[in-house]
């Protein structure tokens, strides 16, 4: 870990009390390769009427003001060089880069400083850890100064630097102090030596970084910018800083963009970055000390994908523990219109990477993007849009449990790709269509159905209370702000509505999967269903209270129109208890 970073941690001494989990990271390379597209027989679908209308106020989520763009920066006195905008050597990328997590070395004989990891304490007592060199596999340990041991699980790797993460439990009989991440074969597990506190995930925290094409620099910073977007100072006064990592030496300049938790800054210039390799990259707001960081910035490592074409319409989605539910709407997307599928995966246990595996093998273009960050949906969108933005040209912006639906589609035999298609064949200057959402209940159903989501759930609520988006990605404003819902769009662009098709979102299922969503929501302006708080808002299930206990008559519930077109329909494009398995999957 660069040695500013841990003088830095030592100056501010983060009280840490309660509770608390870490968080691993060990370096490796960023994901890379796309894989074919899976073809379904198709029929042609012809473009449908529009019907188009004006939301409700309480419908339409309005998003936060985004900032005006900061005037081009001017060299920082601490670095005395000129500042060419966007001269970083052209992006160098690698086609089917190896996805598998390499090999813990074994590194119980080099010295500490060849060791070191940065390591966040998130709740529910969980650490994560992010060391310098690579690192992987599923056999780590943590080990704490007290001696104490913890398994690590790997959770991928994440994007930018291209680290890689493991989770492991902090041990009740330990401080909160840096632990160290080693093989649990190996025989010399000595416990940590590093004095340092942790980083506390409840302090503002800069957690990551990306490069986008043509140079800009994301951040993404927790703390410093207040609910859904609103600054607690004027973007002028928001400092994107470089620090040399060998000598100190810092250059800093005025951020382009700040909301939400994304800051968007200038490179730094060709003369500070030529010949070096990393940059520990940080903001501060109205020239005070820094904020911690984990980020890094490496000129010469792009996180960007390699990709021969630019699909027409691409999903993307924040996941956790929904391997089950995968298939399906994966094959169902696939069949009518999108064409590649990326997957931000926020911690999951269960068997995600082995479904996501079987997807690709089928011929699915898939793709996972570790992103263990507690409550950060709007900025894993963010990053999702600014970064696939070559690759894709429409983005639904949909989670596993929605599905887009027409139902006029029920009078197809068959699914086409053009359907989806038939929606985004707009004018050039709408940037984003509104599509409404039906809220579905239980149904009946005490137990995920056999048949699956879309034939085994068949009573929804008559009103639609919420939307989603699909996004043309040119038009997203550079702020990347959004509201899960939908981003807000640059200038010259404007957005519309459509009744049909729709989204069909299986909201509130069997209480045996619907309890899950009391462990944590991922959005990070929406309370936790445990919070005492909002308990009006339409984002929480009616009645339902804070406590995860069923209610009584949960099974009937949230019932108020029969619709069985959903299950009609994909019977007889699918078959009878479709769940995503076909003759091709087994």
């Known amino acids: 870990m660069p040695h ?7 100056r ?8 608390a989990s870490l968080l691993l990271f060990a370096g490796g390379r960023a994901v890379g390769p796309l894989y074919s597209r899976f073809g ?8 449908q009427q529009e019907r188009l209308f004006s939301p409700p106020p309480e419908m339409l989520l309005g998003p936060p003001s985004e900032l005006l763009p900061s005037p081009r920066p001017q060299s920082s006195p601490k670095a005395n060089i000129p500042f060419p905008r966007r001269l970083l050597p052209p992006p160098q990328f690698e086609e089917d880069r190896d996805q598998s997590p390499p090999q813990l070395e074994e590194d119980h004989d080099q010295s500490p400083s060849q060791q070191e990891e940065d390591a966040v304490l998130l709740p529910d007592r969980e650490v994560l850890v992010l060391a310098s060199d690579a690192r992987g596999a599923g056999n780590a340990l943590c080990t704490f100064q007290g001696g104490a041991l913890s398994p690590a699980r790997a959770l991928g790797r994440l994007p930018g630097p291209g680290r890689h993460a493991y989770l492991c439990l902090l041990p009740d009989s330990e401080e909160p102090l840096q632990p160290r991440l080693v093989l649990s074969s190996s025989s010399a597990a000595a416990p940590a030596t590093d004095s340092s506190k942790l980083l506390n995930w409840n302090e503002s925290l800069v957690f990551d970084s990306s490069i986008l094409h043509g140079g800009d620099v994301l951040l993404f910073a927790k703390g410093p910018i207040s609910r859904k977007g609103i600054i607690r100072t004027a973007v002028a006064n928001v400092q994107c800083i470089y620090r040399d ?4 030496t810092e250059s800093s300049f005025p951020a382009i963009t700040a909301a939400q938790q994304i800051i968007r800054c200038h490179p730094p210039p060709t003369p500070l970055s030529s010949g070096k390799s990393e940059f520990s990259v940080t903001i501060s707001l109205n020239g005070q000390e820094p904020i911690p ?8 490592q792009f996180s960007l994908s390699m990709t021969h074409k630019r699909n027409l319409i691409c999903a993307c989605t924040m996941v956790r523990n929904i391997a089950k539910f995968l298939p399906e709407w994966v094959l169902y997307h696939s069949a009518v219109g999108v064409e590649q ?3 931000y995966d926020n911690g999951s246990e269960d068997d995600l990477a082995e479904e996501v595996a079987h997807l690709k093998s089928s011929g699915i273009e898939i793709s996972t993007v570790a992103w263990p960050w507690t409550k950060t949906q709007e900025a894993g969108l963010s990053h999702c849009a600014a970064m696939h933005q070559r690759s894709c040209q429409w983005m639904a912006f949909i989670d596993v449990d929605e599905f887009i639906f027409s139902p006029k589609w029920n009078l197809s035999e068959k699914p086409s790709r053009s359907m989806l298609e038939a929606l985004v064949s707009v004018d050039p200057h709408i940037g984003q269509i509104y599509l409404p959402c039906h809220d579905f ?3 009946g159903q005490t137990t995920h159905p056999p048949e699956g989501v879309l034939q085994g759930y068949t009573c929804r609520l008559d009103k639609a209370l919420r939307h989603k988006s699909m996004v043309h990605l040119d038009a997203v404003d550079d702020s990347l702000v959004n509201v899960v819902h939908h981003f807000t769009l640059k200038s010259g662009f404007s957005y519309m509505w459509k009744l049909v ?3 069909n979102h299986y909201k509130y299922q069997a209480w045996t999967e619907f309890k899950s969503k009391f462990k944590r929501r991922v959005s990070t302006y929406v309370a936790d269903w445990l919070d005492p708080v909002n308990l009006d808002s339409k984002d929480r299930a009616p009645g339902l209270g804070v406590d995860p206990v069923e209610p009584a008559g949960w099974a009937d519930r949230f019932c108020e129109v029969r619709d069985n077109t959903m299950q009609e329909v994909s019977r007889r494009w699918f078959g009878t208890g479709f769940r995503g398995r076909g003759p091709n999957w087994s």
């Open 4 to 10: 500013h970073r841990r003088r830095s941690r030592l």
């Open 441 to 443: 209940g239980p149904s």
């Open 245 to 248: 990592t060998s000598d100190g």
């Open 341 to 343: 599928f990326f997957l």
């Open 293 to 300: 960081t984990l980020a890094t910035y490496n000129p010469h």
């Open 501 to 503: 098709p729709f989204v």
């Open 12 to 19: 501010r001494a983060l009280a840490i009390a309660g509770t």
């Open 40 to 47: 379904l027989a198709a029929d042609s679908w012809p473009l």
